[in-house]
């Protein structure tokens, strides 16, 4: 007898989780990012520039952060507009690396 027969599958509610855990998840989130992106403005100082990690900053973001608050937005923890909002405090990030590294390259490295 197979036993996989014996299994069966329940697709439960999804639990309330209280919204102080939620903006403490998406803070979290954020410090993480910012973290990121002070690692990457480091060794953009210590290279002299490199635009190419600002493209390695958003791979991380779409790979790691962006899936997480997405799951959040489809399990209704949060608003369409607030994963909207986290992913523009993303690009803010990425943007302000990218300013980071122009005036490093403008000073000639």
């Not at 989130?29 to 490199?50: D, P, Q, R, S």
Request: hydrophobic fraction near 40%.
């Amino acid at each position: 007898m197979n036993q996989r027969s014996n299994v069966r599958f329940v697709l439960g509610k999804i639990p309330q989780v209280p919204r102080e855990k939620i903006d403490r998840e998406i803070a979290d989130a954020k410090m993480i990012i910012t973290g990121w992106k002070k690692a990457y403005m480091k060794l953009a100082t210590e290279m002299g520039g490199g635009e190419f990690l600002c493209e390695e900053l958003m791979d991380e973001i779409l790979e790691f952060a962006s899936p997480y608050l997405y799951r959040m937005y489809m399990c209704g923890f949060i608003s369409y507009q607030e994963y909207v909002e986290f992913m523009r405090f993303c690009e803010g990030e990425v943007e302000e690396l990218r300013e980071h590294i122009k005036r490093i390259e403008e000073l000639g490295g």
